[in-house]
């Protein structure tokens, strides 16, 4: 089937513009995370969803950022009045309730903030 | 001090070359650990989960030392195509569904 779905694959917006990121999980894949990964670094963990729990918002660096899914389905992360350190790439991941916790990356999204 | 830590390297290595990586973590009551394998300008794959026990696959031995908080990750016969950075990952402690992500080590495989 098919994979991690992420929409756009490049943004570029002017800063103090808003943006809105798209994460399609794998059908059936219950838990759903959103990442930043700045050029040369690790993964930093942003939000985590699972099923209809309340979120895991601990990694939002600020109020600027905040997320949405509707029950099991498309995730959207929303950066407000975007700053040049926002400039990184988003990825969006997936993983089954059961088992291991075994996450699936989707392509991610390559946001560049002027 | 980071959570996970690894040499960022580049590792330059001749095909064929045996080639390992340590990654340290600071909670000692962490629960899961993995690495996982990220090419140029691509997404993070899970290569694979490393136990106690350790465990090997084809060419790659991870191990786990609890005591010295350290994870190893050995190729074997390095090929080309194992050119990527690979990426340490550990599970907090009452938190199963977070993943802490390393830094990364880059390898870059020479013919």
């Known amino acids: 089937g098919a994979g991690v779905s992420q929409s756009p694959s490049n943004k570029v917006t002017e800063k103090g513009k808003d943006v809105e990121l798209r994460c399609d999980p794998i059908s059936g894949h219950t838990a759903l995370y959103w990442y930043r990964q700045r050029l040369g670094q690790g993964l930093e963990f942003l939000i985590y969803f699972q099923g209809n729990s309340a979120p895991d918002k601990s990694g939002l660096p600020s109020d600027r950022f905040s997320a949405e899914r509707t029950g099991e389905s498309v995730s959207t992360l929303t950066i407000q009045r975007t700053q040049q350190e926002d400039s990184a790439v988003y990825l969006c991941?997936?993983?089954?309730?059961?088992?291991?916790?075994?996450?699936?990356f989707g392509a991610g999204t390559r946001l560049s903030v002027l | 001090r980071k959570e996970v830590e690894q040499d960022p390297g580049p590792f330059n290595v001749p095909e064929g070359a045996t080639v390992a990586f340590n990654c340290t973590y600071s909670?000692?009551?962490?629960?899961?650990f993995f690495w996982y394998r990220q090419d140029c300008r691509k997404e993070p794959k899970l290569l694979m989960s490393v136990y106690s026990s350790g465990n090997e696959d084809g060419r790659f031995t991870a191990q786990l030392n609890r005591a010295s908080q350290y994870i190893s990750l050995l190729i074997r016969d390095s090929k080309l195509s194992d050119s990527a950075t690979y990426l340490c990952?550990?599970?907090?402690?009452?938190?199963?569904?977070?993943?802490?992500f390393g830094s990364g080590t880059r390898l870059l495989v020479r013919p």
């Open positions: 991941a997936s993983s089954p309730r059961t088992g291991p916790n075994i996450q699936y």
């Open positions: 909670n000692s009551a962490s629960q899961s």
């Open positions: 990952v550990v599970t907090p402690a009452g938190s199963s569904y977070k993943l802490i």
